[in-house]
């Protein structure tokens, strides 16, 4: 047998990645739950109350998630002091693609010129770009090539929604909830260790929950479009997933994360979550042990915008200088699937 050569990477060559930019994204147009509710006749305001989101964001028809990517990134790189050309890695993360195939992140890179940069998307529903936080720090310690990784996450879900006269249709009650918007994080080599750890969580049995059923399982039809099939909605199934998933889970996935770096929860400076539901935030700090004021919400100005929703409330609450060097600060999202993850960094 030939004896295999050792191909270990010298520990010279391994860094470690930081976050070194941010940026967002909304599109122009802005609808309240108000106007939402009059569009919808139906008494929107109330039944978001407790969620906390006060108003949405809907992309042009002409506008695709490649182009709130675009905007939010090229606001990331101007903040990192870097341009396309220095970007050697570009991870895509959506469930809202532009197409089925090509990869949107093909398109990003097309649009912001980065043409020395590989690309990939990812889709893990509304949790992919925690996930990606942590493949780019991945890449960046294990390859010395790679020493800046645009992740960017970019939701354009209103294309797929149903917003006309409501009825009990999942479509509709799942639609008052979702806005379009991009998210974007540079990721920089580094002497200092900002990204520390990671750590997911699935529950497939759920994969029939909610989503957008369409596919190689399901190819869409005439008759499909005529009852609505194409819109964001409950499966047919009617597995529901439990009111309280993700706030009696998330605690654990978070101490899990927290371990792995030897510490504890309460050893966190922040804590930025995507923002679906201010309640389900409210009850996971409680159950962590954590003060209110170590959390950022952004719901109320934002919208809920999927896959970009984490990345924008960090970009918010930088703006605010709610995070400073040296804090300690975990991502935690959830998607369909059922998908979760955590991403912990060291903010450098």
Known sequence: MKELQ????????ISAAKISGTGMYLPENKITNRELGQRMNYDVEDYLEEKGIDVR?????????????????SQALDEAGLSPEDLDLIILATDTPDYVTPPTSAILQHKLGAENAGSFDINAACTDETMGLAIGSQYITLDPEIENVLVAGAYGMTKWLDWDDYSNSASKVLGMLFSDGGGAVVLSSSQQPGYLASNTLTEGEFWDAYGIYLGTAKPLDKEMIE?????????????????????????????????KVNAEVKDLDSILFNQIDKSTIEETMERLNLDLSQTHLVMDKFGYAGSASVLMALHDALE?????SGDLVAFCTSGAGFVMSVSLFRWI
């Open 6 to 13: 050792d191909l270990s990477l010298p520990t010279d060559n």
């Open 57 to 73: 964001f809907k992309a042009d028809p002409e506008e695709s998630t490649s182009d709130l990517a675009a905007e939010a990134s």
């Open 227 to 259: 009852k609505g099939e194409h819109h964001l909605r409950f499966h047919e199934n009617e597995h529901h997933v439990p009111p309280d998933f993700n706030e009696s889970r998330w605690p654990e996935l978070v101490e899990g994360t927290m371990d």
């Open 320 to 324: 605010e200088e709610k995070i400073e």
